[in-house]
């Protein structure tokens, strides 16, 4: 019913830059909160950076003051501009929705693929 697909991800030096986008398409009629998860190889997966319908963001304090995540609400569509990328973000990047779905009425939250970012020299 919902599909949530990822790009942008890829391989960057150290101090560069990526953009990551998700889309989600399917029966939504409203979402509520959209964000980015990351898991690197042995590790829990974390939330990195997360955005409600009206704007409001919250960063895991590893990426406070290089990562901006914001949302077109008209496309369905949430952004992750990540600016002086370190080794350490290196990870497997998920977006997650959480929505309202138009069939049923009913609150729908999942993931998309994933996209790998690797940051590296």
């Known amino acids: 019913q919902v599909q949530l697909v990822e790009s942008g991800g890829g391989l960057v030096q150290p101090g560069g830059s990526l953009r990551l986008s998700c889309a989600a398409s399917g029966s939504i009629l409203s979402i509520n909160a959209m964000g980015w998860y990351r898991q690197a190889p042995g590790k829990q997966r974390e939330l990195v950076a997360g955005?409600?319908?009206?704007?409001?963001?919250n960063y895991v304090d590893s990426v406070k003051g290089r990562f901006t995540i914001s949302r077109d609400n008209a496309k369905n569509t949430v952004y992750l501009q990540m600016n002086s990328l370190k080794p350490e973000d290196t990870a497997v990047y998920y977006c997650?929705?959480?929505?309202?779905?138009?069939?049923?009425?009913?609150?729908?939250?999942?993931w998309g693929q994933g996209t790998q970012v690797t940051v590296s020299s």
């Open positions: 955005i409600t319908t009206g704007g409001r963001t």
């Open positions: 997650n929705a959480d929505l309202v779905l138009t069939t049923s009425r009913r609150r729908w939250a999942g």
